[in-house]
């Protein structure tokens, strides 16, 4: 039987940079077609990667690109491990280029790789096309300016680029399993009309997409649902046999866990329907998905069901949010509480003095911040019981950088002007911005695929 092994280095963005290593040394050793995956795109992290494109043209991508491939570019050229990832994020062009760069540096042989493009259609629609086509809200209704606009492409073009000879595929964005499926697709064959093959696919990249989830990492919970060694969490590895039926499982000798209840929850992780898992290459249905604990950290998965694909693509659409204002101030010591609250109080009664409207949020932590509420009512009886070591986080909401300056000056302003003992002032002030979901329809996007490097 010819299996195909899918690796995972990296689950997000500010994943850990050395994770592939162990994935890779455990590819190696797999007999079969091998690919690693890196998935570091949340929308955010796009959103912020088209303003520094804007700002650089030669960035836009993965800043954390190098330290992710680094480790790993030599072996897997060495093994034939493909990788495929959309680091690119806004510029997979500019990042192809730097693999190209990173592979001349470490004396690797001339590699293919592709570049996936077609996602941005931030100048092909019009705000007043896309305030048409939101979903769910209103936020483009007022024509604002459009920071990116992003749609979720398929495994479809990163199928094309294996077929062509790639070596690493570099995409913008694309849907995360879509990283999983496409490599599926061109080992096995697989029709684009195979849908319960696509589902299978299509799951399995849902289960290795957010990396360690599925192997211990946002699972562990002490004395509930204990994780061994989690400072060196082992990242999944699919074995994926030709009927779409897989095992998911970690290289040996790592930590963490793969068994039944891990799977389960990264199966059902941010899965608004388990019924009707809508993706750009199928909808999957995971109610008779049937889960088997072969033996320590394997676990085989199948039994997904697909339907026929959306009509329709989801786009992100991101625009300006105003001004994250954050200040923080120490008060420790006899009487740090009343301190602490005499400082929330002076700077809430001058805020709503200069900026009026503005919701303003004050935290203390050692007191309450995670559970507590936006005017502190919440707070009022953990305060009956106060330590001597607060840290007061205020936060507010500003239309610019300009009018965030109201916050962090005053909170600066309690070193003098304010109770006894302050200390350890921290200031920031952060971008905001907002998406909104659009529907567009397939055939206004064009998925394009190019070469940078060997050729064929």
């Not at 990042?95 to 996602?119: F, N, Q, T, W, Y």
């Not at 360690?212 to 999944?236: H, R």
Request: charge should be negative; hydrophobic fraction near 45%; aromatic fraction near 4%.
């Amino acid at each position: 039987m010819n299996r195909t092994f899918i690796g995972c280095g990296a689950g997000f963005a500010g994943d850990r940079t050395d994770a592939a290593i162990p994935v890779v040394r455990a590819l190696s050793e797999c007999d079969g077609a091998r690919y690693l995956i890196f998935e570091t795109l949340a929308e955010r992290t796009l959103a912020l990667a088209q303003v520094e494109r804007r700002n650089h043209n030669g960035l836009g991508y993965n800043p954390a690109l190098d330290r992710f491939i680094r480790p790993v570019l030599r072996d897997c050229v060495a093994a034939g491990i493909k990788i495929i990832s959309n680091f690119g994020a806004a510029n997979p062009r500019a990042a192809a280029k730097r693999i190209v760069a990173l592979a001349s540096e470490l004396h690797c042989p001339p590699l293919r790789i592709a570049i996936v493009e077609g996602d941005d259609i931030t100048d092909r629609l019009s705000p007043a096309d896309l305030a048409e086509r939101e979903v769910g809200g209103h936020l483009l209704a007022a024509r604002p300016e459009i920071i990116a606009a992003n749609v979720y492409l398929g495994a479809e073009p990163i199928v094309r680029a294996l077929a062509e000879g790639a070596d690493i595929v570099v995409t913008g964005r694309v849907a995360d399993p879509s990283l999983v499926l496409a490599p599926l697709v061109h080992s096995f064959g697989w029709r684009l009309d195979d849908l319960d093959r696509l589902a299978a696919g299509t799951m399995a990249g849902h289960l290795l997409e957010c990396g360690s989830q599925v192997t211990g990492g946002y699972y562990a919970d002490p004395g509930v649902k204990d994780v061994p060694d989690m400072a060196d969490l082992g990242y999944p590895i699919a074995a994926v046999d030709p009927d779409g039926t897989f095992v998911i499982t970690k290289p040996a000798g790592t930590g963490g866990l793969v068994d039944r209840r891990t799977v389960t929850e990264q199966l059902l992780y941010e899965i608004h329907d388990p019924a009707a898992y809508l993706t750009p290459d199928v909808v999957l249905d995971l109610t008779a998905v049937d889960l088997d604990e072969l033996g320590e950290d394997r676990v085989r998965v199948r039994g997904a069901r697909g339907h026929p694909r959306p009509e329709t693509l989801k786009a992100t659409v991101c625009i300006g949010g105003g001004c994250l204002a954050e200040a923080e101030i120490s008060y420790a010591g006899p009487n740090a509480a009343a301190r602490a609250r005499l400082a929330i109080d002076i700077v809430k009664a001058r805020i709503a003095r200069q900026a009026p409207g503005i919701a303003l949020r004050a935290d203390a932590i050692g007191v309450m911040s995670v559970q507590a509420d936006g005017d502190g009512a919440a707070a009022a009886q953990a305060w009956c019981h106060p330590p001597s070591d607060i840290r007061v986080r205020f936060a507010g909401q500003f239309p610019d950088a300009g009018s965030a300056e109201i916050l962090l000056s005053e909170v600066e302003a309690l070193y003098c002007a304010g109770p006894a003992g302050g200390a350890g002032l921290r200031r920031h002030a952060t971008p905001r911005l907002i998406s909104a979901s659009c529907l567009i329809e397939r055939d206004l996007v064009t998925p394009i695929v190019s070469f940078v490097g060997a050729a064929p």
